[in-house]
């Protein structure tokens, strides 16, 4: 999630976050031991106005939907809590493919006004992988300090300004294979393994995390390899022992 979609989102349903009370974007990662792994872009608005909207014939996010589909996304309706909407999944081979968020933004490109190559690369994530073991660096600034800025050169109503401090649940969630050696999540839950972040408008939040999982495969073929190893040896040595004795015996 970076902020050209938060606000390209906003402008597209600012009369409806006024109208709901609320708005719920949300992205959801869950990433597997081999670093592959889905991620999930939750957009929804508080269910009964979503119902209403969707009696009177209108759906507020099929143009969203309509480029998502187009984008590849799978497409699936979401409901928690008081919210209603959709939720957008797609899956990455490997987590170095979250540093391009170019295919992100041009979801919400709905006036047709980015500049794909001029979009800013998205996340910090480094992989130093060994035999034994793999370590993944995930950093990312989501910085909303100056979204206000932006909103009032796109004309959105006074009033709109301080409601949007409320009236918009943001953030980030990783749902890892193991438990992390370092993060700063505000919460943490499943053993350790699930991270949440929360953005809210007017503040910058880094978001961070390191984790190191075993290479599994690695490390049972090696371990195969070395019992190969091992019986061998103890076999050919057995042999020895035979012949010296027989030796012996002719002695």
């Known amino acids: ?41 939750i957009s929804a608005m508080t269910t009964d106005f979503y119902e209403l909207a969707k009696l009177e014939g209108e759906d507020p996010f099929a143009e969203i939907k309509s480029v998502a589909d187009k984008e590849g996304y799978e497409i699936k309706e979401y409901e928690a809590e008081r919210y209603s909407g ?32 001029a979009i800013e690369t998205g996340p910090k994530i480094s992989k130093d992988e060994s035999i034994f073991q793999t370590t993944y660096s995930y950093q990312d600034e989501i910085n909303l300090s100056d979204i206000d ?28 294979p193991v438990e992390p050696l370092e993060h700063n999540a505000a919460v943490v839950d499943n053993d350790g393994k699930r991270l949440v972040w929360d953005f ?7 978001v961070f995390f390191e984790m190191r999982v075993l290479n599994r495969r690695n490390i049972a073929i090696i371990s195969s390899i070395l019992l190969l190893l091992a019986i061998a040896s103890y076999k050919l040595l057995k042999k020895d022992k035979t012949k010296d004795y027989n030796r012996h015996l002719e002695i």
């Not at 409806?16 to 992205?27: D, N, P, Q, V, Y």
């Open 1 to 41: 999630m970076n902020k050209r979609k938060i606000i390209a989102l906003i402008i597209f349903l600012g009369g409806l976050i006024f109208l709901t009370g609320c708005l719920r974007m949300r992205s959801n990662y869950t990433i597997n031991r081999d670093g592959s792994g889905n991620l999930e872009v």
């Open 86 to 117: 959709f939720k957008l999944i797609t899956d990455f081979s490997d987590m170095s493919e979250l540093e391009e968020l170019k295919k992100d933004d041009i979801l919400f490109d709905l006036n047709g006004d980015i500049d794909v190559d």
């Open 200 to 206: 809210y408008i007017g503040e910058e939040q880094k």
């Open 149 to 176: 800025d932006e909103l009032e050169d796109e004309e959105m109503a006074m009033g709109m300004q301080a409601f949007l401090q409320e009236g918009i649940d943001m953030g980030v969630e990783f749902n890892l």
